[in-house]
């Protein structure tokens, strides 16, 4: 059990008033061995009074994976002048003795928690923990739909693994709903061999075969107006379907799937059933979504 003067002397490592005289050590070099937060702030700064404490619980709960030096501007002008301090309150990460983000001004503790977590990937202390608390972070801002979040904290997962199935999964569907299909199809042309044939970069493959089908296609809107106007007419209705998925309104594509081979289950090569099963291969196999469409695909076929 720590003691009382051990607790404080933790603490003291992983949050510290920092000077021009010690930002070598404090930042510079202690930033080769893990990521190092710089809050630049005054006492006189009022939104700066409400980051500090912020940043310091974020910081303290991550266990030391990434560190936080406080800097008064008021003492260090030279450092804030030379990284164009400009205004208060201003936070820098550093690694590896260089600044790889920053931020200016107030923020809410979810942004915080997430300018954390993407640095996670790059500490050296027991990196096969933070990798994977990293890709558990990605994964999450993936289910909050922060898309851009997402892919900055798989790509960075991927500089320190280059060969982590779950990371080039993650940037591939986070590039998706990003709608940055050409950058997705280059990441899949560049994987490395052993990758090739992972389950998850195999369901991207699919996702993207599935993609290509609704190239030329109209719009939403017009489809939808079509399929209104005729609801007997198939290739509005698959169609619509497919522009529907390009546009990550998946439930909506299945609903319209479904409805087509209630309608006619054998037309153009039985292309409704073959259509929902490679929706099917995109998605998890336990995601609610996928059970409650078989069933009810499974309904239609023994009716």
Known sequence: MLTENNDLNDLNDLIKDGTESTFMSDVIEASKEVPIIVDFWAPWCGPCKTLGPALEAAVLAVKGKVKMVKIDIDQSQQIAAQLQVKSIPTVYAFFDGKPVDAFQGAQPESEIKKFIEKLLPLTNDDPDSGLEEAISAAEQMLEEKDFASAAETFAAILGEDPVNSKAYYGLAKACLELGEIEKVEHLIENIPTELQNSTDIESIKVTLNLLARSKGLA??????????????????????????????????????????????????????????????????????LVLKARRRLSSLIFS
């Open 219 to 288: 719009g939403v809107e017009e489809l939808t107006s079509l399929v209104e106007e005729n609801p007997e007419d198939k290739q509005a209705k698959l169609d619509l379907a497919l522009v529907l998925i390009k546009e990550s309104r998946t439930s909506d594509a299945i609903d319209h799937l479904l409805e087509l081979f209630r309608i006619d289950r054998d037309w153009n090569e039985e292309a409704a059933k073959s259509n929902l099963l490679t929706v099917f291969d995109t998605m998890k196999p336990d995601d609610p």
